[in-house]
Structure formats: C-alpha cells, structure tokens
Nanobody, 130 residues
Framework: DVQLQASGGGLVQAGGSLRLSCAASGFTFDDYAIGWFRQAPGKKREGIACISSSDASPSYADLDSVKGRFTISSDNAKNTVYLQMNSLKPEDTAIYYC????????????????WGFGSWGQGTQVTVSS
C-alpha cells in the first residue's frame, strides 16, 4: 500500500523551529514529486513547498507568509521528505500534510493548488503559541 506518514509537529512558541518529516512507502520514491500542504481551521488548504524527485529541485508557493522561512529537502536513501520551518508565527498553526504527485517526478506549475496530488498522509498538527 502507498503510504505517506507525516510527523514532527507539535506545540512551539513563536520564533521557534520545527522539522516535519514525510516518510514514504509502497512506491518508488524516485518516481514522484512530493509536496507539503497545510490547512488551518476554517481556511482552505494551501500548498507550501514541493520537491522534484528527478533532481531534488524545490519549489515554494508564492506566499509572503512563508518565504524565506521554510525549506524543503529530501533524503532518497530514507524515502523521506522534510520541511524545515523556522521563525514560526502563530499564523503557521495548521495541520500539515504531505502528498505525492500522481503523475510526475517534478513539481508542475500548478503544484501549489494540490491538483494531481494523492496519497495524502494523515497530517501532523503544528501549533504556534504567541
């Protein structure tokens, strides 16, 4: 079975850091791009970052709210994608999900919309206190 297991969330004070992990199994990791998304209560899901498996090139959503603070990376030997989050703010509070691009090993131009992504993991809660 294809599985994406997100972990690493928790409660952190504003200004702190967290590193989320997305452990993948059940498919050839090198064949699919992986994306990180988040959804806050009462808000729409938004794409945060995506990493292409073909060359590990990252793509970030054009969100002023996360620019320069979040970094996506991957470890193909561990079939794991990471999201390093620094200088966290209360508005970063959300459930963070990772998902697999279903048809490409690269992040398409519309990746941030979540189109074409599947195998959504269960998510990990990130709560940032002020």
């Amino acid at each position: 079975d294809v599985q994406l297991q997100a972990s690493g969330g928790g409660l952190v004070q504003a200004g702190g850091s967290l590193r989320l992990s997305c452990a993948a199994s059940g498919f050839t990791f090198d064949d699919y791009a992986i994306g990180w998304f988040r959804q806050a209560p009462g808000k729409k899901r938004e794409g945060i970052a995506c990493i292409s498996s073909s060359d590990a090139s990252p793509s970030y959503a054009d969100l002023d709210s996360v620019k320069g603070r979040f970094t996506i990376s991957s470890d193909n030997a561990k079939n794991t994608v990471y999201l390093q989050m620094n200088s966290l703010k209360p508005e970063d509070t959300a459930i963070y999900y990772c998902a697999r691009e279903m048809g490409f090993n690269r992040c398409t131009s519309s990746w941030y919309k979540g189109w074409g992504f599947g195998s959504w993991g269960q998510g990990t809660q990130v709560t940032v206190s002020s």
